[in-house]
C-alpha cells in the first residue's frame, strides 16, 4: 500500500513547492522533491508517468511536462513502500493525476488529494477478476475490446477509429491499453511491413451470473439441509429460470464485481450460506454496514434472505457474479477469413495465428 501521496509545483524562481500532501505525517523534504522533479525533466521532460528509485524512496509519479518560461508544471507523486512495483501504478495515477490536475487551484484541492489516495491504495487490493471488471465498465476500452474481437489492426489505425468514434482528437491509447496488455487480453507486436506496433486479441472475456457451485455441492452433499436447503435450491432455479445474458446483466456483474464491499460479501456467500453477525466478524465490520451491502446485493437479485429461526436470517447465493477468460478459437477462423478476402495482409495473418498458437499452447 502506498505511504503517501504528494501534488508539488515548479517555480522558476523557488524551485519546487509543496501544494498537498497526504498523509500530514508523511516526510518529504526539499531535496527529495527537487530529485524526482529532476527525474522527470532528464527524461527529455515529456509529459507522463515515470516510475523511480531514488536512494532509500520508491515513487511513481506522473509529470504534466516542460512548458514555456512562468507557465505551471506540477507533478504529482505517490511514495511507496520499497518493495511495492511502481509500474503497476502507470494506468490509474496517470488517469487521476489528470482529473486531479484540473482542480489543483481550486480551495478543496487537499480533499481530492486525499480521495485520490484512498482510491488509488484500493487498487494494489484489486483481484484478477476485479481488475477485469474495471474494464469492463470503462466505456472507452470496452470499446477497443469489442473492436479488437472483430479482428487484430495497427495501433495507428486503432488511434484513428477510435478518435472517429469519439469525435476527439485527446485520446490516449497506449495508456488506454495498459490494462488490457497487463490482464494477457490482447498482445503487441511488430510486422513486417506496417508502421508501429500491432494489436491482437488473444483471450476474451465470458461476463456472466453462473450458479453458485460449492453452495449446491454442499446441498447434494447434505451439508446444507432442511428447509434451508429446499428454499435455497428454489431461489437458485428461479433466478436461472429467468436469466438471459445482457448488456445490462454484464454491467451488473462488473459492477458488483468492482466494488470492494459488494465483492467482499460475495466471495464469502460463494463457499457458505451465512448471517450477518458472522459476516460482520469475518470482514471485520459493523453490522450495520454489512447490512447495507447485503441489501444492495439483494436488490440486484442475486442474494436471497431466508428466515430459519424467529428473528434470525440467513443469507444465500443466488447467482454468483464471475468474469472469466477463455482462448478465443472463433478468431482462428476470422484471420483465415479475412486473409482469404484481402482484409488482412499475409505478415499480419501470419503472426496473428502465430500470437494465437503462442497462446493455446501456454
Known sequence: MPRGIVAVKWDDTQGTILRAKHPEDLQLTADEMMRIFTS???GEGKAGFMSMKLETMNVASYYTGLA??????HYIALILGSN???????????ETARDLLKSINKDNFPDLL?????????????TDEQRLALIVLDPTRKLIFKKLS?????KIELQ???EQELQTHETDTDLLL?????????KKAVVEGITGDCIFLVRD?????????????????????????RTSRNEILDFFKEYKISDDATTGVAEILSDMGTYEIVSRLRTNISDKEELAKQMNKPPSEVEKLVKKLAKSGIIKEITDKPGHKLYVLKADPQISVFFPEYMIDNVRTKWASGELSKEMAIKYLQLLREEFLA
Not at 472475456?205 to 436447503?229: D, N, Q, Y
Open 40 to 42: 522527470h525533466a532528464m
Open 68 to 73: 514555456a518560461r512562468g507557465e505551471p508544471q
Open 84 to 94: 511495492e512495483d511502481a509500474g503497476m501504478f502507470e494506468e490509474p495515477l496517470t
Open 114 to 126: 486525499i480521495k485520490s489516495y484512498e482510491k488509488l491504495s484500493i487498487y494494489t487490493k484489486l
Open 150 to 154: 472483430d479482428g487484430c489492426m495497427s
Open 160 to 162: 484513428e477509429w477510435l
Open 178 to 186: 495498459i490494462p488490457l496488455l497487463r490482464a494477457n487480453l490482447v
Open 205 to 229: 472475456m465470458l461476463i456472466t451470473f453462473a450458479p453458485p457451485g460449492k453452495i449446491i455441492t454442499k446441498i447434494l452433499k447434505g451439508e446444507i439441509e432442511g428447509e434451508i436447503a
